[in-house]
């Protein structure tokens, strides 16, 4: 599927439309008209380039037609008209369709009323391949005026607009308009009325045969009613609208005028066909069919039937493509079915294996090639520009993130630096804490702990027992005499390397260690019970494990005195000091 814009710049109004074709199906996707001024456009040369822009600019406002930001601008085939817009018949030798335009400059100076270097060529085939070696072909030449072209050109890019051809109003009517059918016999005229030029085109299955444009349009027959009544040719055209209506009233003298001014016109198109019927004697017209806004005269078309000899038909550029969702009135015979034909046939390509007239200026085309080319370069270069500064952007971030690490790891540096003296003086005041803990450790390691001695002899003593005399005596311990400490090492950067832990050089004794000798005396009760209250006694203090008789004497007693009782007395292990736990925490102490 292919979407195509024609834009045609009449004397009246400028009209795009938009047009997709898929096969043979074609959809008119949008159509816009904006009116001109008067003299705006005067036989097809643009006078008012401001007025003309401001009028494309108003069409480009229509919904399917706006641009949006970030699209490329709209491409367009244009149209050009006029006295100065020209096609003639040649007959040349058989060429390639991509030489005639080269082919035809050799002929076309003879033919063309215009300076050579103020004219625009290009040229299609009109017949078929010839069936025989050295038989000419017929092409049509087009021709046009560059006073007619570059100033199209100008307002087409001052209305930001891409031209992608100029063609002949000639062939977009065929397009739009014409029986391609190869089947139908005869061929075929198509009329077009405008407001100041007519243009008569006859062609057969599509292919242009004769093409002749006559100074005269609606606008005649406007001037003629406001001469006649002289009032504004605004006025005279809204008359003209009602002229010969039963339904309203015109004045008889405007009637009068406008049936004259008419009358010359359809006596030239007249001349056109007789013209053509005797020029080209051996071809039949099949009918001719009529369009445009002039033609829309009332009784106009009645009275050119009763001139011509062929059948005259209105034709209807809106039976050959659909348009029922543009928003606009697309049924046959509707004014914008008068007014839409060469529009609507720009945006209509040509059928396979037939060249398109195409009047763009050749400076023109290398220019443009020259831009897409330089925007091509243009393009690469902001990629190749975009890279690296990607790749820079990268270097960058990967040289700031770097710099963000060094400076955390100075950061770190220094705050360790701050750090290590404090680290230093906590290794060595530990060191020195372990070396104070071994000393304290080695002079309480075997240390008796008298306060449980005396409590536990307390707590099983007999209340009928005195003691007599008491003495006791710690042994020497066993545990050795106290390590000798050293600093520790420093590291060569400032850094004192702590020592590993060291264990305690002291431990608790055992629990059947003699930590000291007791010597006790005591007096008891008289007589046998006195004996079995030690023997009691003796046995509890023993069972604890905490003291280990080694020597004893025997119980005297008698009847009339106290029975006294001696013995040496063993301070086992289990007994010790509960100090230890102050410089050893992990040792458990058991009271």
């Known amino acids: 599927m292919s979407t195509n814009i024609g834009?045609?710049?009449?004397?009246?109004?400028?009209?795009?439309?938009?047009?997709?074709?898929?096969?043979h199906h074609k959809s008119l996707i949008a159509f816009a008209e904006a009116a001109l001024p008067q003299g705006a456009v005067v036989d097809g040369a643009i006078v008012n380039p401001d007025a003309v822009t401001a009028a494309i600019k108003q069409c480009l406002t229509v919904p399917r037609l706006k641009r949006g930001r970030l699209e490329k601008p709209l491409a367009v085939h244009l149209v050009v008209s006029g006295l100065r817009a020209i096609?003639?018949?040649?007959?040349?030798?058989?060429?390639?369709?991509?030489?005639?335009?080269?082919?035809?400059?050799?002929?076309?100076?003879?033919?063309?009323?215009?300076?050579?270097?103020?004219?625009?060529?290009?040229?299609r085939r009109i017949s078929s391949a010839p069936t025989s070696p050295g038989q000419p072909i017929k092409v049509m030449l087009a021709a046009a005026h560059s006073d007619l072209?570059?100033?199209?050109?100008?307002?087409?890019?001052?209305?930001?607009?891409?031209?992608?051809?100029?063609?002949?109003?000639?062939?977009?009517?065929?397009?739009?308009?014409?029986?391609?059918?190869?089947?139908?016999?005869?061929?075929?005229?198509?009329?077009?009325?405008?407001?100041?030029?007519?243009?008569?085109?006859?062609?057969?299955?599509?292919?242009?045969i004769f093409v002749r444009t006559i100074a005269e349009g609606g606008n005649s027959v406007t001037r003629a009613i406001a001469t006649s009544l002289d009032i504004p040719l605004s006025d005279a055209d809204t008359i003209k609208k009602y002229v010969g209506r039963p339904d309203r009233h015109t004045p008889p003298v405007a009637v009068a005028a406008a049936r004259d001014a008419s009358s010359k016109l359809i006596t030239e198109i007249k001349n056109s066909i007789d013209?053509?019927?005797?020029?080209?004697?051996?071809?039949?017209?099949?009918?001719?069919?009529?369009?445009?806004?002039?033609?829309?005269?009332?009784?106009?078309?009645?009275?050119?039937?009763?001139?011509?000899p062929i059948p005259v038909e209105r034709a209807s550029c809106l039976r050959a493509v659909q348009g029922e969702k543009i928003g606009q009135d697309t049924a046959?015979?509707?004014?914008?079915?008068?007014?839409?034909?060469?529009?609507?046939?720009?945006?209509?390509?040509?059928?396979?294996?037939?060249?398109?007239?195409?009047?763009?200026?050749?400076?023109?085309?290398?220019?443009?090639?020259?831009?897409?080319?330089?925007?091509?370069?243009?393009?690469?270069?902001?990629?190749?520009?975009?890279?690296?500064?990607?790749?820079?952007?990268?270097?960058?971030?990967?040289?700031?993130?770097?710099?963000?690490?060094?400076?955390?790891?100075?950061?770190?540096?220094?705050?360790?630096?701050?750090?290590?003296?404090?680290?230093?003086?906590?290794v060595i005041e530990a060191k020195k804490l372990i070396t104070d803990k071994n000393i304290a450790l080695s002079a309480i390691a075997d240390e008796v702990n008298w306060p449980l001695v005396l409590k536990s002899?307390?707590?099983?003593?007999?209340?009928?027992?005195?003691?007599k005399s008491f003495s006791a005596t710690a042994a020497s311990g066993p545990?050795?005499?106290?390590?000798?400490?050293?600093?520790?090492?420093?590291?060569?950067?400032?850094?004192?390397?702590?020592?590993?832990?060291?264990?305690?050089?002291?431990?608790?004794?055992?629990?059947?260690?003699?930590?000291?000798?007791?010597?006790?005396?005591?007096n008891g009760i008289n007589g046998n019970s006195g004996y079995q209250t030690f023997y009691n006694w003796a046995k509890d203090t023993y069972k604890y494990g905490k003291f280990q008789y080694t020597s004893y004497q025997a119980i005297t007693s008698s009847p009339t005195t106290a029975a006294t009782w001696s013995a040496t007395i063993n301070i086992l292990g289990s007994i010790h000091t509960t100090r230890y736990k102050k410089f050893d925490p992990t040792t458990p102490v058991v009271p």
Request: proline fraction near 8%; avoid cysteine.
């Open 479 to 522: 545990n050795g005499t106290a390590p000798t400490t050293t600093a520790p090492p420093a590291s060569s950067s400032g850094i004192i390397t702590p020592a590993s832990p060291t264990p305690s050089l002291y431990s608790l004794p055992l629990p059947t260690q003699v930590l000291g000798t007791i010597q006790l005396q005591l």
């Open 457 to 467: 002899l307390n707590t099983t003593m007999p209340k009928q027992l005195i003691v």
């Open 332 to 426: 046959p015979g509707s004014q914008l079915d008068d007014v839409a034909a060469v529009a609507i046939g720009l945006a209509i390509p040509e059928p396979p294996n037939i060249k398109r007239i195409n009047l763009l200026p050749a400076d023109f085309v290398s220019q443009k090639k020259l831009k897409h080319n330089g925007r091509l370069v243009a393009a690469a270069v902001v990629v190749i520009l975009l890279i690296l500064a990607i790749i820079y952007g990268f270097k960058l971030l990967s040289i700031h993130n770097a710099e963000n690490a060094v400076g955390q790891d100075q950061a770190q540096i220094n705050q360790l630096n701050i750090t290590i003296p404090k680290y230093n003086y906590v």
């Open 275 to 308: 013209y053509f019927s005797s020029t080209y004697s051996g071809m039949q017209m099949r009918r001719l069919l009529i369009t445009g806004g002039g033609s829309r005269l009332t009784g106009f078309i009645d009275r050119l039937s009763q001139a011509l």
């Open 149 to 208: 072209v570059y100033p199209l050109l100008d307002v087409i890019s001052a209305a930001d607009l891409v031209p992608k051809s100029i063609d002949l109003a000639s062939s977009a009517l065929i397009r739009s308009l014409g029986d391609n059918i190869t089947a139908r016999s005869g061929p075929e005229a198509i009329v077009s009325v405008g407001a100041d030029l007519t243009l008569v085109v006859v062609h057969d299955a599509g292919r242009p």
């Open 7 to 23: 834009l045609e710049i009449s004397a009246t109004a400028v009209r795009i439309a938009k047009v997709s074709v898929k096969g």
């Open 87 to 123: 096609s003639r018949e040649i007959e040349l030798p058989s060429v390639p369709d991509n030489e005639l335009d080269e082919a035809v400059k050799l002929q076309a100076m003879d033919l063309i009323p215009f300076p050579s270097e103020k004219t625009l060529l290009s040229a």
